[in-house]
């Protein structure tokens, strides 16, 4: 007996028809991204993709009203479907930075095509790129320091001196002493400043700008024959975020 198979027949831009196995089957999320802490360029959409066929063959504005993903913090921005089983969120605007968010498709969630049900949500959850040093001045290890030295922290994100001030921490060590707390006061770089530290003022991505360098300035004048270690706590918020 030659068994007959049935599979799914598509007729390009009019409607895609399943196969009988296509609509029995359960449906589920194969993957989405991005997931975890996000570089600053994958955090640029959100993207989803289900087992089976979501939406018919249409147009693709009429597509994209079906929108079964949904966002915390909520995020202005439009659903485009790449094909009738890969959705991707498209933000308005650029995500702000050093945010967490939460994403997720509702149990419910019913097939255009096939009227299968996601019968459990799938929720994952992701952070868009956090503040991180890039470089200093003077540098880690460096001698011979001013003592009445202006500390420079250079990051890859712009930052805010008053958000950023109880996360930078300056100590002293002298013979083996334990360490001191010295207070410091934070602020933005003049554009003298910059080509000071650095010899130069860039404009392109990640050169040191006012925006992403701080002036870390000791309460008081630093001592001779000491040690110093600049610390950043893990809860440094930049100036998104």
Known sequence: MTGIRLIPFCIP????????????????????SPNGRASKDSARTLAVVFNQPMVPLTDAEKAGEFCPVK????????????????????????????TAFKAMVPAGTKSLVSGAVLEQGFAWSFETLRPSLVDSRPRSGEAWISLDARLFLHFNLPMDPLKARKSVRLTESSDGTER?????????????????????????????????????????PLRKDAAYRLSLEEVLRAAEG
């Open 13 to 32: 831009l009019l409607f895609c028809v399943p196969s009988a196995r296509a609509q029995n089957q359960p449906l589920w999320v194969m993957s989405a």
């Open 71 to 98: 966002i915390e913090p909520p995020v202005p921005g439009r659903c485009r479907w790449q094909g009738t089983n890969a959705l991707t969120f498209e933000p308005a605007a650029p995500l702000p930075m050093a």
């Open 180 to 220: 001191e707390d010295i207070p410091v006061g934070l602020r933005r770089p003049t554009i003298e400043e910059i080509r000071g530290a650095w010899g130069y003022v860039g404009e392109w991505e990640g050169a040191p700008s006012t925006s992403t360098v701080l002036v870390v300035k000791p309460s008081r």
